[in-house]
């Protein structure tokens, strides 16, 4: 019997899902003043959105349970044999979940583009 050689095991990956990370240029690279104002300043916008996507988060599905404790009468109510709190916090958040995320992945690589950009033009 004659023997094979094994095959080489492959690794098989689907496409990339998400652009390369953003190369540092010029000024951030050679971490002068400049740069550090440049990051800086991505860092607090970025700061910014989270803070406003979490304060959106609290507002709205933090608040359920204040709802729920001031109009005791809701606690009662059902649709069907599932209470109406269980189908809003147990069905309904999670499309807001969902959209909270999307709109804050979106907008903190639109910030990441801005400042690739910037970053481009300052080469140049």
Known sequence: MSERP????????????RRPPMARKGEVDADTRLGGV???SLLREQLWLAVRTLALLVVTIGSLPVVFHVAPGLASV????VPVAW???????YPLLVV????????AER????FAEL???VER
Not at 6 to 17: A, D, L, N
Not at 111 to 114: I, L, M, Q
């Open 111 to 114: 910030n990441e583009a801005a």
């Open 87 to 93: 189908l809003v916090l147990g069905v309904a958040s």
């Open 100 to 107: 909270l995320a999307w709109r804050y992945i979106r907008s």
């Open 6 to 17: 094994t095959p080489q095991r492959v690794r098989v990956t689907g496409p990339p899902r």
């Open 78 to 81: 059902r649709v069907g044999p």
């Open 119 to 121: 970053m481009d033009e």
């Open 38 to 40: 440049y990051v800086g």
